[in-house]
């Protein structure tokens, strides 16, 4: 049965178009017409209406962390200490309650396909579950629960680090992470294919250049052929400078030698790239995926983002430790980190971030990202008559607007945020519960 849909403005894919009606059927949209009147038969929504947004890099679990990490100094790596604390203390039962309130959290925001990076798999004493896939399951069962598709990027994760002298031994908390090889990690992930569906993908991931020896690397690679394949790149200096004393190579020359790049493969971060390194994912026509409130948080540095778009390379955005979930203000951290780093204004035009907002097709859903017929039923209603909004020109709302102003989301047709409330109800207190259990 369809249901048809009217809203002031909408986003295109030729830019904005004033009174908008869109009909949806079998979650997905079956016309799209511009300059008509709302019908008695319509759902009047308010605002502007976009694309359903698409968080490409998300560490669920990091949600737990949120106000318990960012004073005090420190770098990066000592973060990564209390990460490692909560990761410690986490069990499947109360990571599905956590994750599903992280996932409403997202919706709310507006996203509606998530891309999560899972390398949290067994036990704390890294022997499997009776289940071997406990955590993913779970994973996959919240976003079900929240309204969310979900692209699993189950992560390949071996070694505890690396150094000029070469890879370091797992920790007592990293033994979680790792099946002992590529071929145990292919193995366990490969089980994941029957929970597969038109809302679920199973991708991979390589955590890591430090986490997987250049030796395992084309194992992953090879896996994951066809799949969505994402990994963390060139976060840190150090990174890049132990990788380099011990291979003679930047991560990204290391992974390209292995196979890695292409439009179904994602660098995460990308922080801190050689001008042979852009060209590398410009001429791949790679997926790049900046968390720009992350990479502040972290003291990461600013990426070269406009340099890797004019390469060649697409553009993703992600909420990676979800210290914030706002995908509007990733992305625009995404111009105004740029403008400060080259004292230019604009950029990233308002139609790039959107772009960037909807890089569905990273996650393994190129059929969604627009509203025009055949695509995915996906929207997000953001309102334009809020205190941050009021006033704004529809075509400049990517600018100024935020999640609180998102008042309805449609996932394949399914309304899963109405009037800024989540079909879950009270999801600030799902959070606080969740939260309060993990850490007991």
């Known amino acids: 049965m369809s249901t048809s849909y009217w809203v002031p403005y909408g986003w295109l894919p030729g830019g904005v178009a004033e009174q908008v009606r869109l ?14 009147p709302p019908a008695d ?3 009047r929504l308010p605002g502007l209406a976009l694309p359903g947004f698409a968080n490409t890099h998300s560490h669920a679990f990091h949600r737990a962390l949120r106000g318990r990490t960012h004073d005090g100094g420190g770098t990066f790596w000592t973060w990564r200490q209390s990460m490692y604390a909560l990761a410690r203390r986490l069990q499947p039962e109360a990571y599905y309650l956590l994750a599903r309130a992280v996932y409403a959290e997202m919706a709310l925001a ?7 990076f899972h390398y949290l ?3 704390p004493d890294g022997s499997p579950y009776p289940e071997p896939n406990a955590f993913g399951l779970a994973l996959i069962a919240a976003a079900g629960a929240a309204g969310l598709r979900i692209c699993l990027l189950d992560t390949c994760y071996l070694s505890g680090g690396l150094a000029p002298a070469g890879h370091l031994d797992l920790d007592d908390v990293q033994r979680r992470f790792s099946d002992g090889s590529a071929a145990g990690w292919q193995r366990r992930a490969a089980l994941l294919a029957e929970s597969e569906n038109d809302a679920v993908r199973i991708g991979a991931a390589i955590h890591s250049v430090r986490a997987v020896p250049a030796d395992q690397l084309t194992e992953v690679v090879t896996a994951a052929a066809g799949r969505p394949l994402h990994v963390h790149v060139s976060e840190q200096p150090a990174e890049n400078e132990a990788t380099q004393a011990h291979y003679g190579r930047t991560p990204t020359e290391l992974l390209a030698a292995h196979g890695f790049g ?9 922080t801190h790239l050689s001008a042979s390194d852009i060209a590398c994912y410009g001429r791949a026509g790679t997926n790049v995926s ?3 409130t992350t990479e502040r948080d972290l003291a990461d540095g600013i990426g070269p983002a406009p340099e890797l778009a004019a390469a060649g390379a697409r553009l993703t955005l992600g909420t990676d ?9 990733e992305a625009r951290a995404l111009e105004h980190d740029a403008r400060l780093a080259s004292l230019q204004r604009g950029r990233f035009s308002p139609a790039a971030l959107v772009d960037a907002l909807t890089g569905h097709a990273s996650l393994g859903w190129p059929d969604a990202g627009q509203l025009a017929p055949g695509h995915r039923a996906d929207l997000v209603a ?4 809020t205190v941050r909004t009021a006033g704004a020109l529809p075509a400049q709302l990517v600018l100024v607007a935020g999640a609180p102003d998102v008042d309805t989301v449609l996932v394949d047709g399914r309304p899963v945020v109405s009037g800024g409330r989540h079909l879950l109800g009270n999801v600030a207190g799902l959070l606080a519960e969740a939260i309060a259990a993990v850490w007991g």
């Open 262 to 270: 292409g439009p179904l493969h994602t660098a995460v971060h990308a």
């Open 321 to 329: 430790q979800n210290a914030s979930v706002d995908l509007l203000e």
């Open 121 to 123: 798999h067994h036990q």
């Open 110 to 116: 507006g996203i509606t396909a998530v891309g999560e």
């Open 382 to 385: 953001v309102r334009t008559d």
């Open 23 to 36: 009909v949806a059927d079998g979650g997905r949209w079956v016309q799209v017409q511009a300059g008509v």
């Open 290 to 292: 900046f968390c720009p």
């Open 41 to 43: 038969s319509d759902v």
